[in-house]
């Protein structure tokens, strides 16, 4: 289990992976090469559950601010599942997914946030109109995102998944759902 400073430090350092990574992505979308995070908060407030990307007034420009105490929460060695926005959590690349080491949920909340902060630079910084939160716009971004920063680090779905179904009542009480 990492301290808290290795988390912030992790949060920081793969929003500005992802930040640079999408800059070189142009033929995506030529505003990208202009993006740049103004603001990443890693936020330790045990009320807080749920992230947010966008558009920081106070610091001119995108931003992401992570739910920490939510997303880092302790697994105890069991293979939890880290779900993404209901209508695309089936999907194979954005979706949800198995962890047992909560960083890799974390990595997934990034890459979420600055998908939307990707999304809001592209409003402020071009003509083009709004987008809705989690249409295709971010969507594109998100999926770039995931495919290139986040899926290849995840741990062996189907090796997590039969380690899931083994133990699927003690994992439901984890993660605060009733079978
Ligand atoms: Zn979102």
Redesign the pocket.
Known sequence: MWSKTEYNDYVQDTAYLMQRWLQKQTHIANHLCTFELKHIRADWSKKRRSSR?GWYRSHNGPGISIAMHHTCRPTNGQVLRWYE?SSFDKSEVIGGFYYTDPVHALQGVIA??VA?AAQYHRYYTTNESRDK??GRI?KLYYHALRKHCVNPTIENQPVLLVRRSRNIKAIAKQEGYML
């Open positions: 990307g926005y979420h946030e939307h939160p989690h971010f």
